[in-house]
């Protein structure tokens, strides 16, 4: 029989006797038994929660269980919102010391059409690493230049860059001029500082200034294409355009005191809408200014030291609970690629620190969520949301505590990552073959 008869008898059979696959079967389970803190809507001490497909479709103390459904037994545990973290470089680095591994920071001071999202790596090893301690969505972040790029929300499960990002959770970056000298081994003179300065601070206007002049070229050309030139490609500042019309979020990445209040004098003057101070080591200097201006805050690293030497210790862990107490909406960052798992636990120290528990956790919930215009999806167990959420045996701030279930847009994750098989390995090794005693 040669190849055409083959394939043809192939084909036969295939008509006649066509495959059967079942149809995929959408996620479903119920989380029975459970004390559910929705963040949003207080704290239900025995519930359940009902996963249908992505989405959460039941919450409450007198929920039924759907037939059909998977139940998981949550007696003696709790269920969360999955943590946001709100400034990191997962997904984008991967090994500190091999260049060829990290795609966050590219050639240039003006690079704004960069999107961190292309970049992402699903899958990166540090992914389960993170999301094994309850931190299901991290902001994937460039760094370096005055606008370095654009940050993307990404959902902690995915195939594709494009399956992580969380709709809507994009973010321009910008990093505002430092002002000052640049530690300690800056040897420059005052004239040379101040000259810097105000270079830096006249670039930064310039660009904006080119780009809302763009903008409202490319606006005319589009209202009447027909008597208007096209404007001339500009990559760069076209990138730019959905922030100076505030139809995207825009990230000032600033810490000093002295550097805070000239962002928020820029700000102000540019009447630029969709703004969010990220860093503000030394926020809680001017909280009231911050407060005044009603601009939120994303704060972070909580774990790191003071900004200046003279500060006390804790600063840096007060600093979010300082800015709270003046009216800030506070979210928290790690600004880590390797240690984003560490999430909770610079909750937990800004929670020690003054800012409260309840406040806290709302700072790697539902206030980023509400930041980065993401809180119809995720950042709290409400019906309607996507089923980020995952379930402990205690506080999730607590270094103690287990993570037992976990889930990302509905799909159950495995609990498993590079540690864990370590662990394992370990724990159960076996020494292999011995020499014979002599």
Not at 281 to 289: K, L
């Given at each position: 029989?040669?190849?055409?008869?083959?394939?043809?008898?192939?084909?036969?059979?295939?008509?006649?006797?066509?495959?059967?696959?079942?149809?995929?079967?959408?996620?479903?389970?119920?989380?029975?038994?459970?004390?559910?803190?929705?963040?949003?809507?207080?704290?239900?001490?025995?519930?359940?929660?009902?996963?249908?497909?992505?989405?959460?479709?039941?919450?409450?103390?007198?929920?039924?269980?759907?037939?059909?459904?998977?139940?998981?037994?949550?007696?003696?545990?709790?269920?969360?919102?999955?943590?946001?973290?709100?400034?990191?470089?997962?997904?984008?680095?991967?090994?500190?010391?091999?260049?060829?591994?990290?795609?966050f920071d590219e050639v240039g001071d003006l690079t704004p059409q960069?999107?961190?999202?292309?970049?992402?790596?699903?899958?990166?090893?540090?992914?389960?690493?993170?999301?094994?301690?309850?931190?299901?969505?991290?902001?994937?972040?460039?760094?370096?230049?005055?606008?370095?790029?654009?940050?993307?929300?990404?959902?902690?499960?995915?195939?594709?860059?494009?399956?992580?990002?969380?709709?809507?959770?994009?973010?321009?970056?910008?990093?505002?001029p430092v002002s000052g000298r640049r530690g300690r081994f800056d040897?420059?003179?005052?004239?040379?500082?101040?000259?810097?300065?105000?270079?830096?601070?006249?670039?930064?206007?310039?660009?904006?200034?080119?780009?809302?002049?763009?903008?409202?070229?490319?606006?005319?050309?589009?209202?009447?294409?027909?008597?208007?030139?096209?404007?001339?490609?500009?990559?760069?500042?076209?990138?730019?355009?959905?922030?100076?019309?505030?139809?995207?979020?825009?990230?000032?990445?600033?810490?000093?005191?002295?550097?805070?209040?000239?962002?928020?004098?820029?700000?102000?003057?540019?009447?630029?809408?969709?703004?969010?101070?990220?860093?503000?080591?030394?926020?809680?200097?001017?909280?009231?200014?911050?407060?005044?201006?009603?601009?939120?805050?994303?704060?972070?690293?909580?774990?790191?030291?003071?900004?200046?030497?003279?500060?006390?210790?804790?600063?840096?862990?007060?600093?979010?609970?300082?800015?709270?107490?003046?009216?800030?909406?506070?979210?928290?960052?790690?600004?880590?690629?390797?240690?984003?798992?560490?999430?909770?636990?610079?909750?937990?120290?800004?929670?020690?620190?003054?800012?409260?528990?309840?406040?806290?956790?709302?700072?790697?919930?539902?206030?980023?969520?509400?930041?980065?215009?993401?809180?119809?999806?995720?950042?709290?167990?409400?019906?309607?949301?996507?089923?980020?959420?995952?379930?402990?045996?205690?506080?999730?701030?607590e270094t103690r505590t287990q993570v037992k279930h976990l889930f990302?847009?509905?799909?159950?994750?495995?609990?498993?990552?590079?540690?864990?098989?370590?662990?394992?390995?370990?724990?159960?090794?076996?020494?292999?073959?011995?020499?014979?005693?002599?």
């Amino acid at each position: 029989m040669n190849m055409m008869n083959i394939l043809l008898t192939a084909l036969i059979a295939l008509s006649l006797n066509p495959v059967q696959s079942a149809a995929p079967q959408p996620n479903f389970y119920a989380l029975t038994n459970a004390r559910i803190v929705t963040v949003t809507g207080g704290v239900i001490e025995r519930g359940t929660v009902v996963i249908q497909g992505d989405r959460i479709t039941a919450v409450g103390a007198n929920v039924s269980v759907p037939a059909g459904a998977t139940v998981i037994d949550c007696t003696g545990l709790s269920v969360y919102p999955g943590m946001i973290d709100s400034g990191t470089r997962l997904g984008i680095t991967e090994i500190g010391s091999d260049s060829r591994t990290q795609d966050f920071d590219e050639v240039g001071d003006l690079t704004p059409q960069a999107e961190a999202l292309t970049a992402v790596n699903p899958n990166s090893v540090l992914i389960p690493v993170t999301r094994v301690n309850g931190v299901t969505t991290s902001l994937a972040e460039p760094q370096g230049g005055l606008f370095p790029g654009t940050a993307a929300l990404i959902n902690l499960h995915g195939y594709t860059p494009a399956q992580m990002l969380v709709p809507g959770g994009r973010a321009m970056v910008m990093n505002f001029p430092v002002s000052g000298r640049r530690g300690r081994f800056d040897r420059r003179s005052d004239e040379d500082i101040e000259k810097a300065e105000k270079e830096a601070i006249k670039k930064l206007n310039d660009v904006w200034d080119e780009a809302s002049l763009y903008s409202r070229i490319d606006s005319a050309y589009a209202a009447n294409p027909d008597r208007n030139t096209t404007p001339e490609y500009n990559p760069e500042i076209r990138a730019l355009i959905p922030v100076v019309r505030g139809d995207m979020m825009l990230i000032v990445n600033v810490d000093r005191a002295a550097d805070i209040k000239a962002a928020l004098k820029w700000i102000k003057a540019r009447s630029i809408s969709r703004v969010v101070l990220s860093g503000v080591a030394e926020g809680w200097r001017v909280a009231d200014d911050i407060a005044a201006a009603g601009i939120a805050c994303i704060v972070g690293p909580v774990l790191t030291t003071p900004a200046r030497d003279s500060d006390r210790y804790d600063k840096a862990y007060a600093n979010a609970g300082l800015l709270a107490a003046a009216g800030v909406k506070i979210a928290i960052k790690t600004e880590e690629a390797e240690n984003v798992r560490n999430l909770p636990y610079h909750a937990g120290f800004a929670a020690t620190y003054g800012l409260g528990a309840d406040a806290a956790l709302r700072a790697v919930t539902i206030n980023p969520a509400e930041i980065f215009g993401v809180a119809d999806q995720i950042g709290s167990i409400s019906v309607g949301k996507k089923a980020n959420l995952f379930v402990t045996d205690g506080d999730p701030f607590e270094t103690r505590t287990q993570v037992k279930h976990l889930f990302i847009e509905g799909y159950q994750v495995p609990l498993t990552s590079r540690q864990t098989e370590l662990y394992e390995e370990f724990l159960h090794r076996n020494p292999g073959l011995q020499k014979e005693a002599n």
